[in-house]
């Protein structure tokens, strides 16, 4: 949502914890760095490196959405986000520095509310190029269940198209 703040994060999430501060202020540095605005398109992206309370927040804050195709994942469980500004080519990754050791959740909590982002996050280059946008695919049927689906999705065997559920992938070597 445009002009969004803690409150309507936390109002999203369902509660205030440490996991959604951290992406809420990855959110507001990336918003600082690159002049980013929400994103009612695609034109912001991000790559969370985890699936974790902050992705939240930068839902709320950025308007980055996976239906949406500007928030995906490249799971590494970093407390890690890259961001991107389409129009612009500009983006960045911050991931955040170890907190001091032996702090109790709620000490946590305090300390990621009271520092200021770039106290929080290194800020380095992007590993990942920016994505393409998103794109939009035909359906097709599977020819064994009868569901349909993307047909970028689409297996052939047997001269049949399969999903993927239906579709037994080939291996000469058992793991």
């Not at 936390?10 to 760095?33: N, Q, V």
């Not at 939009?136 to 689409?154: D, L, N």
Request: hydrophobic share 35%; net charge negative; charged share 25%.
């Amino acid at each position: 949502m445009k002009n969004a703040t803690w409150a309507d994060c936390a109002a999203f999430h369902g509660h205030e914890c440490g996991g959604l501060t951290i992406g809420y202020k990855a959110a507001l540095y990336a918003i600082e760095l690159l002049s980013l605005d929400f994103s009612d398109d695609e034109e912001v992206c991000c790559i969370s490196e985890n699936d974790a309370c902050g992705v939240d927040a930068v839902q709320v804050m950025l308007g980055c959405s996976a239906g949406k195709g500007n928030l995906m994942f490249h799971l590494t469980g970093k407390q890690a986000f890259s961001f991107y500004e389409r129009r612009s080519g500009k983006s960045v990754r911050l991931i955040l520095r170890p907190r001091p050791e032996g702090m109790s959740r709620a000490e946590s909590f305090a300390y990621l509310q009271s520092r200021e982002p770039s106290e929080l996050f290194d800020v380095k280059p992007a590993l990942i190029p920016l994505p393409e946008g998103a794109r939009i695919f035909g359906s097709v049927k599977c020819a064994r269940c009868g569901e349909t689906f993307a047909e970028s999705f689409a297996r052939l065997e047997g001269g049949e198209i399969l999903c993927p559920d239906c579709h037994e992938p080939y291996s000469r070597f058992s793991v």
